[in-house]
């Protein structure tokens, strides 16, 4: 998660038919999750990709771009 998001929980998310609540939260540079709802069996770690790096890039800038 990026440093200036500390800690989300997401309440009622819907993958098909079940629901789930789940909050995540840094710790040091990882980020921890815990199922609060739902089956935590249902649920597995997956890499971003990077995808939070790019929520800072300003919308219409490409990267690379002066």
Do not use: Y
């Given at each position: 998660?990026?440093d200036?998001?500390?800690?989300?929980?997401?309440?009622?998310?819907?993958?098909?038919?079940?629901?789930?609540?789940i909050?995540?939260?840094?710790?040091?540079?990882?980020?921890?999750?815990?199922?609060?709802?739902?089956?935590?069996?249902?649920?597995?770690?997956?890499?971003?990709?990077?995808?939070?790096?790019?929520?800072?890039?300003?919308?219409?800038?490409?990267?690379?771009?002066?």
């Amino acid at each position: 998660m990026p440093d200036w998001l500390p800690d989300v929980t997401l309440t009622d998310l819907r993958l098909g038919r079940r629901r789930f609540n789940i909050r995540f939260w840094r710790d040091g540079k990882s980020t921890i999750f815990k199922v609060l709802k739902g089956s935590p069996e249902a649920v597995e770690r997956s890499s971003t990709c990077g995808c939070w790096a790019r929520l800072n890039e300003t919308p219409g800038k490409s990267r690379g771009a002066a």
